[in-house]
């Protein structure tokens, strides 16, 4: 049974700091990682992509990908009160495969 | 503006009677997808539709039903709806099912069986 695992949280974070999100699969051939937000009753949303080893960064996010560690993160930095969601980790090889999210809160 | 359309948003209904929720995407996509949310379950695949007449099931097809005449639409069937399957349905698509693709969401459906 293929999984992706992320920490339901919540993980708190001040307003301004870094938060950092990861995520762990199981099938050593995954070739997509997603990371997506959603906000309470939202649908989800793509934030970033990532297919190669290493870090990409789009803005005050950035996706690091580890494919010999099996494990992807999100960075999300100068965190603001709405970056406040749950935030879903998907990993694709034949079919995608979703983590069950986890929630991020930013203090004020 | 490219979206994908579901329809209802909100329904509650009673055990037993047969309903469709619909979902349409304007975008020419080839693969689309039914998930399931449900608290501290995450999202869950019902089934999915690599293109036109090609359906299969995802991890909890049972008790559910899929068609995909044209290549826009992707309704989700509930031949006899029960209380289990109360919960957040939202439809998903993308321009093709293998590759790179990230998926695009509907709004979603929130679905309350009684």
């Known amino acids: 049974q293929k999984e992706v695992e992320q920490n339901s949280g919540p993980l708190s974070v001040p307003e301004g700091a870094i938060a950092s999100l990861n995520c762990t699969y199981s099938?050593?051939?995954?070739?997509?990682f997603f990371w997506y937000r959603q906000y309470s009753g939202k649908s989800p949303e793509l934030i970033m992509f990532?297919?190669?080893?290493g870090d990409k960064e789009d803005g005050r996010f950035t996706a690091q990908l580890n494919k010999a560690s099996q494990y992807v993160s999100l960075l999300i930095r100068d965190s603001q009160p709405s970056d406040s969601a749950t935030y879903l980790c998907?990993?694709?090889?034949?079919?995608?495969?979703f983590g069950k999210g986890t929630r991020l809160h930013i203090l004020p | 503006e490219a979206q994908v359309t579901q329809n209802p948003r909100y329904l509650i209904t009673v055990t037993g009677k047969k309903l469709t929720v619909t979902c349409s995407q304007n975008?020419?996509?080839?693969?689309m997808s039914w998930y399931r949310q449900d608290p501290g379950l995450g999202l869950r695949q019902i089934y999915y539709?690599?293109?036109?007449?090609?359906?299969d099931k995802g991890d909890v097809p049972e008790g559910y039903k899929v068609s995909r005449k044209e290549k826009r639409n992707f309704p989700l069937i509930l031949e006899s709806p029960s209380p289990n399957q109360t919960s957040l349905y939202f439809c998903?698509?993308?321009?093709?099912?293998?590759?790179?693709?990230?998926?695009?969401f509907g709004d979603g459906t929130r679905l309350s069986i009684l």
């Open positions: 998903a698509s993308s321009f093709q099912g293998g590759g790179n693709q990230p998926q695009h």
């Open positions: 099938d050593r051939g995954s070739q997509s």
């Open positions: 990532i297919y190669s080893n």
């Open positions: 998907a990993v694709k090889d034949d079919k995608i495969i």
């Open positions: 975008m020419n996509h080839e693969y």
């Open positions: 539709s690599m293109n036109v007449e090609v359906t």
